[in-house]
């Protein structure tokens, strides 16, 4: 998924949060292992978290979106399909809780102090299931288009 990469705070001094989250359409995962996101320049393999509840549930709807993020403070993801196409593949999805102790602010890449990156795998402490991806975006006001 390509995101748009608005011009999001890249504060090298960022106070780590305690908690982190990781959405995905992906149930009963009990250990995330590094990888790609998407592929940006400067960028190893990654567990990729955030701080941003909203962004985790952002997350979840990856699979299906071709571009996304944050404008001007406002959270948006288009998806190239008709509404009763996306609705009859929802299957919902997962957002995973982390203790932030593995990761570190995505220094100068992706979405600023909403991004924290792990290299190493890690175990999720908590799940939670949303039963649609749709539902769970317009409920947080995420800009749908389809």
């Not at 962004?55 to 190239?80: D, E, R, T, Y």
């Not at 909403?114 to 999720?124: G, H, R």
Request: proline share 5%; hydrophobic share 35%.
């Amino acid at each position: 998924m390509e995101k748009f990469e608005s011009k999001l705070n890249h504060n090298e001094s960022q106070e780590k949060p305690p908690i982190l989250y990781h959405g995905t359409i992906n149930d009963d995962i009990k250990e995330f292992e590094p990888s790609f996101a998407i592929k940006r320049t400067g960028e190893e393999p990654a567990v990729y978290a955030s701080p941003d509840l909203e962004i985790a549930i952002q997350s979840m709807a990856n699979k299906f979106v071709s571009n996304g993020g944050i404008l001007k403070g406002h959270k948006f993801v288009c998806i190239p399909m008709t509404r009763k196409e996306f609705l009859e593949q929802d299957q919902g999805g997962t957002v995973y809780t982390f203790s932030s102790d593995a990761f570190e602010i995505n220094q100068g890449i992706g979405l600023g102090e909403k991004e924290w990156v792990s290299k190493t795998a890690v175990k999720p402490q908590e799940q939670k299931r949303f039963p649609s991806l749709l539902e769970a975006l317009l409920q947080q006001k995420t800009a749908v288009a389809l």
